[in-house]
């Protein structure tokens, strides 16, 4: 018997979100979203841009009119929709879990096999999409945990430093410091690079190639401040737990009174109720499954905070994001120093 068309109509839903959020990504992107929310048409959105393929450009504007991302009036003139502008809102978590990470949940399929290789994902699109969700969540975090801490700082070493942000933004607030952003990804170190240099504290940033441990294997520079927000678990994904303790007791061997801010994600993913968040429905799921997927180890508050007391180290201060923002208490953000003797 066909299935009927009610029941079909249900079970496509999960597919028009698939398309429906890479088109989405794809739009901010090529920064069609700009022309539509300026008014163009067809005609002179593929004369302004040169190089656009017609049709292609005329069948994703059909599929956004009929998702109701755009608008098209009678004289063919196209806008963004109140929709558009609040999947906007959202821009730079398409930018990571689409842009980066679109390819990796296409692929997982494939790698459920016991010693199957980590699957693709695009470093670019997850550096600079996490940095710019960090700016909503895990700046404000690290601000308030360091406004807390009450010390002024001299030179930053941001690890993973992604698309560079956070090295600006503390530019910012600490004047005399100079920062260092060290980040194994080419593409991303160029994202950063670029980002930097737009800055108006561009003489004071640098931006280095290299893994967290491979830079602190040659590091000259003494920090009195360093971030790792979201890399501890890519370093414990690609080097076990034993690379995770040779960073952190490295780091504090080579600047003993240094402050290290840990921001990082509490693996909830088991506990059902927690899961029942609209916010961890529409997003932490899926953050939390292509962790195993791609050399990333996540773990609970408890277990990291065991052990940073083994590696001597004492928390001077932690938090959650701002609830208003964030309200699922999954993020946390700890102020590092070593524990006195
Ligand atoms: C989720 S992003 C976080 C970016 C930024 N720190 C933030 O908070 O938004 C993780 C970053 O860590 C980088 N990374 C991966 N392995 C690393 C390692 N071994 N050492 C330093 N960074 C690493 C990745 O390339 C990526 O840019």
Known sequence: MPI???VLIDALEPFKGFVLSSIIFSMHRHGLDEDFRRGT????LVASRGGLDRARVAALVDYLVAAQVVARDSGGRLTLTALGERYGEARPWYEMMIGGYGITFLGLGDHLGEGSPPVPRVGRFVGSGSCGISM???IPLVRKLLAGGGRDYRLL?????????YLTELCRDYPEMRAVGIEPDAAAVDAAREWVAAQPTADRV?????????????ATDRPDL??????????????????VRRLLTQLFEAAP???????????????EAAMKHPLAQNYYAAYYLMHPFTEQRLETREWWEALFADCGLEIAASSLTDPAMDSTGMEVGWLLRRRAA
């Open 257 to 271: 009174d240094l402050d290290l801010v840990i921001v990082d994600i509490d693996l909830q993913s088991s506990d």
């Open 136 to 138: 909503h969540d895990s």
């Open 4 to 6: 009927q068309e009610k």
């Open 206 to 218: 640098r931006v280095e190639q290299a893994g967290a441990l491979e830079w602190l294997a040659s």
């Open 157 to 165: 070493v941001d690890l993973g430093c992604g698309s560079g942000v």
């Open 41 to 44: 048409t067809l005609a002179d």
């Open 226 to 243: 360093a971030v790792l927000a979201f890399v501890i678990h890519e370093v414990l994904g690609q080097e076990g737990e034993d690379g």
